[in-house]
């Protein structure tokens, strides 16, 4: 289950070739031609303040890649909304954690292992996080961290404070220690876009799984 980050900060241009979010869905191509598609399903859902489903559980490469094409061009957030300026990576566990017990009522449970891939810029780390932690690693569900960014960070887009009425521009950094944190009492890895290579990433992911 993929959990791609499509909050604000998404779209701080700080790595070479377009902002995280392009960044991200590049490293996606990658992991989907990494796989055998053999007896692999996969899931993804973007998340802000909200988890919002792009693509149930599936065994077709192609419905995958047209999706990761769709979503090529940005987050399907807008900017307007106050959801998109949180990053809520609580919420995204919750709906995978879901999206498996309905797949399991409705056929049963999988042979197939099953683990997170959560993609982002950062989490603060939290009571609420460590709660959906707790019931993945529970669960024998591992969540595997990709962090996105640069430590040196980026200028987030423009937003209009109501209280000045003016606009502010924040910077945004990635929080690696937080995303390590995540990725330990998870169960799963920390890895770095750009900092590790694409196919090593993808590669010890889909080894892990089997």
Not at 13 to 18: C, R, S
Not at 67 to 84: E, I, K, R, V
Not at 170 to 182: K, P, V
């Amino acid at each position: 289950v993929i959990l791609q980050d499509g909050s604000a900060s998404m779209h701080v241009a700080d790595l070479a070739g377009g902002n995280r979010w392009q960044r991200s869905v590049r490293f996606l191509h990658v992991l989907a031609e990494s796989m055998s598609w053999q007896r692999d399903r996969v899931a993804m859902a973007v998340f802000a303040r909200v988890a919002a489903p792009q693509v149930r559980l599936t065994k077709d490469p192609n419905t995958f890649l047209f999706f990761l094409d769709h979503l090529q061009s940005g987050p399907p957030f807008p900017l307007a909304d106050d959801g998109t300026w949180d990053t809520n990576l609580e919420q995204g566990i919750h709906w995978g954690l879901r999206l498996i017990e309905r797949d399991q009522d409705l056929y049963g449970p999988s042979k197939n292992a099953k683990l997170f891939v959560a993609i982002t810029d950062g989490e603060v780390w939290s009571g609420v996080v460590a709660n959906e932690l707790k019931v993945a690693v529970d669960q024998k569900f591992p969540v595997f961290v990709v962090g996105v960014g640069s430590l040196g960070g980026g200028l987030m887009p423009a937003y209009l404070d109501e209280t000045s009425g003016k606009e502010v521009v924040l910077r945004s950094r990635l929080e690696r220690e937080g995303l390590q944190q995540i990725a330990s009492v998870g169960g799963g890895k920390y890895f770095e876009l750009d900092r590790d290579p694409d196919r090593d990433i993808a590669n010890e992911i889909i080894e892990t799984g089997k």
